[in-house]
């Protein structure tokens, strides 16, 4: 189980209603079922380093990473965390679906990412 | 203070700030938001909340005091002194429509009900410029922030004491709406106001603490590193807004001011310490 850290205030956004959590970029669909998750580490952690894309240093500590942040958990032994790789992959897609408190950023439903990019970071992080 | 105690006091807010309307009255809202960052940072005296997140970063406060040795928002200060003193076109100053002034920021921002609306300081000022026939100054930076540095100078040492009327619902409404704004997440990138400064508040974005809540509102407008230029407290809503990748509002719109609203009597009892200096 790998819950990010929660935030006991995001209760009350849940509180006020659905209108205020669709604030955001229109609701993309869920995560595809028949997405290939066969992407390339190398430019994945490119991708998790970018500040303008993943940025997953901003939050996560990760092995060679510089100036980490420490909000969510440190990002080691990945696989023993996560029972397959597409249940890490529905975590990064969207985070709030398995914790509706969850803070990290919705990266796959709210389009942060390109698909590309998504399956990239996604078998980075796995081979953590 | 253990974990337990700490999360036992985060769920109570939590719950505390979301029961309707008629249950959690304001003042309860204040009281838990302020034990929440009492809680959560038991070494910080309460009156060290104005110093943001300096509050609880001691190499970061170093770096500070050394800047407020020769406060880089002194400028402001002198500019604005120079604004207030120089009469309008019409031969009036803005002494004219704030009697009380200079120091008179410790009432702003109030429930307007005639107008029925929140009044900021920015607005009042802007709003005093064009009764006596001047152009009003743009909100998020520049001369505005001038004024109200001065002002803000003028009144340090006064206490945040946000009234919202009982008589009058349409108070309470703003004060919920600023409430709701603080709360939900927007933006791209899905984060609430709260999500960094209440529940992540005294963690690390990258290298940067991200400063608590309880406080924000006292040292406005500052003197920001990042900008090179002072700003005010809406040119911030509207940065913080754009970090998380939303639209920006209007620097005293409808939504900012009611926010404004909500936040400063979050703060109520802090003292006014502005303007600032900030990274």
Known sequence: ?128 | MTKKTITLIAASLACTLSLPTALATPEQDKETFQAYFESRFPNVPEDDFVNGAYAIDPVGRENWEAIEEFPPYETAISKGEEMWETPFENGKTYKDCFPDGPAIAGKYPYWDRERGMVITLPLAINECREENKEKPLKYAKGPIADIVGYIAYESRGQVTNVEIPEDDPRALEAYERGKQFYFARRGQLNFSCAHCHMGNSGTTLRTEILSPAYGHTTHFPVYRSKWGAMGTLHRRFSGCNKQVRAKPFKPQGEEYRNLEFFFTYMNNGLELNGPGARK
């Open chain 1, 1 to 128: 189980m790998l819950f990010f850290r929660s935030s006991r205030p995001g209760l009350l956004a849940l509180s006020l209603g659905v209108s205020t959590l669709a604030a955001g970029p229109a609701l993309a669909a869920d995560m595809p079922p028949n997405i290939q998750l066969n992407g390339d580490a190398e430019a994945g952690e490119l991708v998790a380093n970018d500040r303008a894309k993943g940025n997953c240093v901003a939050c996560h500590a990760m092995p060679g990473a510089e100036s980490p942040g420490a909000i969510g958990p440190v990002l080691v032994a990945v696989q023993t965390r996560f029972p397959t790789k597409k249940a890490l992959a529905r975590q990064i897609w969207d985070a709030t679906t398995k914790n509706p408190e969850a803070v990290m950023p919705p990266f796959g439903k709210h389009e942060i990412l390109t698909n590309k990019e998504f399956v990239d970071v996604v078998e980075y992080i796995w081979s953590l």
